[in-house]
């Protein structure tokens, strides 16, 4: 697999597609581009660890929920995520440890501030053996 994600140009919001060998790999590629979206994560250390679990009624919906509670976790406590181990995935089901750190302004700059991933243009399908996800997100 050549890219992991590229970003989608969109007129107001930003967008990513993110694109995966399997479903695991697509929902770690679609939080890796949102967080380089958010920060620069190349000084991001996997120094603390954080446990999501998160059920919605589909796969489209769970990838949703992934990213919001991504977005959640930095804006409530600061935390970069920089590694996913994702544990359990179904259609409805994820179930994960997130590896980062807390948000220091000396070693991190922030790029952009995104409010929510949206279902505008959501889209997650699997094409020619690759998983494909596109989301907007509310900046």
């Known amino acids: 697999m050549e890219k992991k994600y590229e970003v989608l140009p969109t007129t107001a919001d930003?967008?990513?597609?993110?694109?995966?060998?399997?479903?695991?790999?697509?929902?770690?590629?679609?939080?890796?581009?949102?967080?380089?979206?958010?920060?620069?994560?190349?000084?991001?250390?996997?120094?603390?660890?954080?446990i999501v679990d998160i059920t919605s009624p589909n796969?489209?919906?769970?990838?949703?929920?992934?990213?919001?509670?991504?977005?959640l976790l930095f804006d409530a406590r600061w935390f970069l995520a920089k590694e996913y181990d994702i544990t359990e995935l179904s259609e409805k089901h994820l179930k994960a440890v997130v590896k980062g750190e807390t948000y220091n302004a000396e070693r991190h700059a922030i790029k952009t501030g995104i409010k929510g991933a949206t279902y505008h243009k959501l889209e997650v399908k699997k094409m020619d053996g690759l998983w494909r996800a596109q989301v907007i997100f509310d900046v």
């Open 59 to 71: 796969l489209e919906e769970l990838l949703v929920a992934w990213l919001n509670e991504m977005i």
């Open 14 to 50: 930003v967008g990513l597609i993110a694109y995966g060998e399997d479903l695991i790999t697509l929902f770690k590629n679609a939080a890796e581009g949102m967080f380089d979206l958010v920060a620069e994560m190349e000084n991001v250390k996997p120094e603390k660890e954080e």
